[in-house]
Antibody, heavy 123, light 107 residues
Protein backbone atom coordinates (compact mmCIF):
# COMPACT_ATOMS: atom_id res chain seq x y z
CA UNK A 1 0.00 0.00 0.00
CA UNK A 2 1.36 3.39 -1.00
CA UNK A 3 1.76 5.66 2.01
CA UNK A 4 3.13 9.18 2.36
CA UNK A 5 3.42 10.77 5.79
CA UNK A 6 4.32 14.41 6.29
CA UNK A 7 5.84 15.77 9.46
CA UNK A 8 7.51 18.90 10.72
CA UNK A 9 4.64 21.34 10.59
CA UNK A 10 3.85 23.76 13.36
CA UNK A 11 3.95 27.40 14.33
CA UNK A 12 6.72 29.64 13.04
CA UNK A 13 7.26 33.38 13.20
CA UNK A 14 7.54 35.40 10.00
CA UNK A 15 11.08 35.33 8.69
CA UNK A 16 11.93 32.04 10.41
CA UNK A 17 12.41 28.59 8.91
CA UNK A 18 10.80 25.17 9.00
CA UNK A 19 11.69 21.87 7.38
CA UNK A 20 8.96 19.46 6.42
CA UNK A 21 9.61 15.78 5.81
CA UNK A 22 7.71 13.28 3.69
CA UNK A 23 8.30 9.65 4.56
CA UNK A 24 7.20 7.19 1.90
CA UNK A 25 6.52 3.46 1.81
CA UNK A 26 4.83 0.87 -0.36
CA UNK A 27 6.64 1.75 -3.60
CA UNK A 28 10.14 2.14 -5.04
CA UNK A 29 10.79 5.70 -3.92
CA UNK A 30 13.60 6.41 -6.35
CA UNK A 31 11.37 5.66 -9.35
CA UNK A 32 8.97 8.53 -8.64
CA UNK A 33 9.01 12.30 -8.50
CA UNK A 34 7.83 13.90 -5.28
CA UNK A 35 5.65 16.96 -5.25
CA UNK A 36 4.69 19.43 -2.55
CA UNK A 37 1.34 21.16 -2.62
CA UNK A 38 -0.45 23.37 -0.12
CA UNK A 39 -3.83 24.73 0.78
CA UNK A 40 -4.40 27.91 2.73
CA UNK A 41 -7.36 27.85 5.14
CA UNK A 42 -10.60 27.95 3.17
CA UNK A 43 -8.77 28.34 -0.14
CA UNK A 44 -7.97 26.22 -3.17
CA UNK A 45 -5.03 24.00 -3.94
CA UNK A 46 -1.66 25.52 -4.77
CA UNK A 47 1.29 23.71 -6.32
CA UNK A 48 4.53 24.46 -4.42
CA UNK A 49 7.09 22.48 -6.39
CA UNK A 50 8.53 19.07 -7.12
CA UNK A 51 11.74 17.10 -7.46
CA UNK A 52 12.42 14.75 -10.35
CA UNK A 53 13.93 11.32 -10.15
CA UNK A 54 17.71 10.84 -10.46
CA UNK A 55 17.32 9.70 -14.07
CA UNK A 56 16.19 13.26 -14.83
CA UNK A 57 18.97 14.73 -12.72
CA UNK A 58 16.91 15.08 -9.54
CA UNK A 59 16.17 18.61 -10.67
CA UNK A 60 13.59 20.79 -9.00
CA UNK A 61 10.87 23.22 -10.05
CA UNK A 62 9.13 25.79 -7.86
CA UNK A 63 6.16 28.08 -7.85
CA UNK A 64 7.07 31.74 -8.21
CA UNK A 65 5.62 32.42 -4.76
CA UNK A 66 8.25 30.23 -3.06
CA UNK A 67 11.21 30.29 -5.46
CA UNK A 68 14.37 31.35 -3.70
CA UNK A 69 12.88 30.65 -0.26
CA UNK A 70 11.93 26.95 -0.43
CA UNK A 71 14.23 24.07 -1.33
CA UNK A 72 13.02 20.56 -2.09
CA UNK A 73 15.39 17.63 -1.69
CA UNK A 74 15.22 13.85 -1.49
CA UNK A 75 17.12 10.97 0.10
CA UNK A 76 16.31 7.89 -1.94
CA UNK A 77 18.22 5.64 0.49
CA UNK A 78 15.76 6.60 3.24
CA UNK A 79 12.64 7.08 1.06
CA UNK A 80 12.24 10.60 2.45
CA UNK A 81 11.71 13.94 0.74
CA UNK A 82 12.07 17.33 2.35
CA UNK A 83 11.07 20.90 1.80
CA UNK A 84 13.21 23.48 3.57
CA UNK A 85 11.15 26.63 4.00
CA UNK A 86 13.10 29.80 4.77
CA UNK A 87 12.05 33.42 5.18
CA UNK A 88 8.53 32.32 5.97
CA UNK A 89 5.67 34.71 5.33
CA UNK A 90 2.18 34.80 6.80
CA UNK A 91 0.83 33.83 3.38
CA UNK A 92 2.73 30.52 3.63
CA UNK A 93 0.19 29.39 6.23
CA UNK A 94 -1.71 26.28 5.24
CA UNK A 95 -1.80 22.51 5.04
CA UNK A 96 1.19 21.13 3.17
CA UNK A 97 0.82 17.87 1.28
CA UNK A 98 3.50 15.73 -0.26
CA UNK A 99 2.52 13.56 -3.18
CA UNK A 100 3.92 10.88 -5.40
CA UNK A 101 4.53 12.05 -8.91
CA UNK A 102 4.17 9.59 -11.75
CA UNK A 103 5.82 10.77 -14.93
CA UNK A 104 6.14 9.28 -18.38
CA UNK A 105 8.28 12.29 -19.25
CA UNK A 106 9.93 15.07 -17.31
CA UNK A 107 6.83 16.31 -15.45
CA UNK A 108 4.52 14.16 -13.33
CA UNK A 109 0.92 14.00 -12.36
CA UNK A 110 0.30 13.45 -8.65
CA UNK A 111 -1.42 10.17 -7.86
CA UNK A 112 -1.04 9.58 -4.11
CA UNK A 113 -1.09 12.24 -1.41
CA UNK A 114 -0.20 12.29 2.23
CA UNK A 115 -2.59 13.44 4.94
CA UNK A 116 -0.90 16.82 5.17
CA UNK A 117 0.81 18.81 7.89
CA UNK A 118 -0.32 22.25 9.07
CA UNK A 119 2.09 25.16 8.92
CA UNK A 120 1.08 28.36 10.67
CA UNK A 121 3.19 31.47 10.18
CA UNK A 122 2.29 34.10 12.71
CA UNK A 123 3.92 36.44 15.18
CA UNK B 1 2.63 31.31 -17.12
CA UNK B 2 -0.39 29.35 -18.31
CA UNK B 3 -3.60 30.12 -16.41
CA UNK B 4 -6.25 27.50 -15.68
CA UNK B 5 -9.85 28.66 -15.48
CA UNK B 6 -12.66 26.43 -14.30
CA UNK B 7 -16.38 26.98 -14.77
CA UNK B 8 -18.68 27.16 -13.08
CA UNK B 9 -17.25 28.11 -9.68
CA UNK B 10 -20.18 26.42 -8.00
CA UNK B 11 -22.89 24.07 -9.13
CA UNK B 12 -26.03 22.58 -7.63
CA UNK B 13 -27.56 19.50 -9.22
CA UNK B 14 -29.95 16.68 -8.38
CA UNK B 15 -29.09 13.07 -7.72
CA UNK B 16 -28.99 11.24 -11.02
CA UNK B 17 -28.19 14.35 -13.06
CA UNK B 18 -25.39 14.48 -15.60
CA UNK B 19 -22.89 17.09 -14.44
CA UNK B 20 -20.17 18.75 -16.51
CA UNK B 21 -17.31 20.93 -15.27
CA UNK B 22 -15.03 22.69 -17.70
CA UNK B 23 -11.41 23.74 -17.44
CA UNK B 24 -9.72 26.05 -19.91
CA UNK B 25 -5.98 26.61 -20.27
CA UNK B 26 -4.74 29.96 -21.52
CA UNK B 27 -2.33 28.11 -23.85
CA UNK B 28 -2.25 24.59 -25.20
CA UNK B 29 -1.14 21.88 -22.77
CA UNK B 30 -1.65 18.80 -24.96
CA UNK B 31 -3.45 16.27 -22.76
CA UNK B 32 -1.34 16.91 -19.62
CA UNK B 33 -4.30 17.57 -17.38
CA UNK B 34 -5.53 15.95 -14.17
CA UNK B 35 -8.78 16.22 -12.22
CA UNK B 36 -9.01 15.95 -8.44
CA UNK B 37 -11.92 15.59 -6.06
CA UNK B 38 -11.65 17.03 -2.56
CA UNK B 39 -14.40 16.21 -0.11
CA UNK B 40 -14.83 18.54 2.88
CA UNK B 41 -12.01 18.07 5.38
CA UNK B 42 -10.32 15.40 3.28
CA UNK B 43 -7.21 14.97 1.17
CA UNK B 44 -7.55 15.57 -2.59
CA UNK B 45 -8.13 12.40 -4.59
CA UNK B 46 -6.94 11.91 -8.18
CA UNK B 47 -9.84 11.07 -10.50
CA UNK B 48 -8.47 11.51 -14.03
CA UNK B 49 -5.02 12.01 -15.57
CA UNK B 50 -3.85 12.50 -19.13
CA UNK B 51 -7.17 14.30 -19.62
CA UNK B 52 -9.21 11.12 -20.01
CA UNK B 53 -7.56 8.22 -18.16
CA UNK B 54 -9.53 7.07 -15.15
CA UNK B 55 -7.38 6.52 -12.07
CA UNK B 56 -7.63 3.01 -10.64
CA UNK B 57 -10.49 2.62 -8.18
CA UNK B 58 -12.44 5.67 -9.38
CA UNK B 59 -16.09 4.95 -10.27
CA UNK B 60 -16.84 4.74 -13.97
CA UNK B 61 -19.47 7.50 -13.74
CA UNK B 62 -16.52 9.91 -13.83
CA UNK B 63 -14.99 10.66 -17.22
CA UNK B 64 -12.72 13.28 -18.72
CA UNK B 65 -12.20 14.62 -22.20
CA UNK B 66 -10.38 17.33 -24.10
CA UNK B 67 -7.00 18.27 -25.43
CA UNK B 68 -5.11 21.46 -26.07
CA UNK B 69 -6.91 24.21 -24.17
CA UNK B 70 -10.41 22.90 -23.39
CA UNK B 71 -11.22 20.07 -21.02
CA UNK B 72 -14.28 18.66 -19.32
CA UNK B 73 -14.99 16.46 -16.33
CA UNK B 74 -18.33 14.67 -16.51
CA UNK B 75 -20.23 12.80 -13.85
CA UNK B 76 -22.76 10.70 -15.73
CA UNK B 77 -25.18 10.19 -12.83
CA UNK B 78 -24.60 12.34 -9.76
CA UNK B 79 -24.50 10.51 -6.43
CA UNK B 80 -24.78 12.02 -2.93
CA UNK B 81 -21.18 11.05 -2.17
CA UNK B 82 -19.98 13.22 -5.08
CA UNK B 83 -20.48 16.39 -3.04
CA UNK B 84 -17.01 17.92 -3.16
CA UNK B 85 -14.84 20.58 -4.73
CA UNK B 86 -13.27 19.58 -8.02
CA UNK B 87 -9.96 20.92 -9.31
CA UNK B 88 -8.17 20.63 -12.62
CA UNK B 89 -4.37 20.81 -12.77
CA UNK B 90 -1.96 21.16 -15.67
CA UNK B 91 1.35 19.34 -15.61
CA UNK B 92 2.81 19.72 -19.08
CA UNK B 93 5.53 21.93 -17.64
CA UNK B 94 6.14 23.92 -14.48
CA UNK B 95 4.33 25.59 -12.84
CA UNK B 96 1.74 22.85 -12.36
CA UNK B 97 -1.11 25.26 -11.87
CA UNK B 98 -4.51 24.34 -10.46
CA UNK B 99 -7.83 25.77 -11.49
CA UNK B 100 -9.67 27.72 -8.82
CA UNK B 101 -12.06 24.86 -8.08
CA UNK B 102 -15.71 24.03 -8.65
CA UNK B 103 -17.88 23.39 -5.61
CA UNK B 104 -20.54 20.79 -6.33
CA UNK B 105 -23.61 20.49 -4.14
CA UNK B 106 -26.77 18.41 -4.20
CA UNK B 107 -30.00 20.26 -4.91
Amino acid sequence: EVQLVESGGGLAQPGRSLRLSCSASGFTFGDYAIGWLRQAPGKGLEWVGFIRIKAYGGTTEYAASVKGRFTISRDDSKSIAYVQMNSLKTEDTGVYYCSRGWASGRDPHYDYWGQGTLVTVSS
Amino acid sequence: DIQMTQSPSSLSASVGDRVTITCRASQGISNDLAWFQQKPGKVPNLLIYAASTLQSGVPSRFSGSGSGTDFTLTISSLQPEDVATYYCQKYNSAPHTFGQGTKLEIK
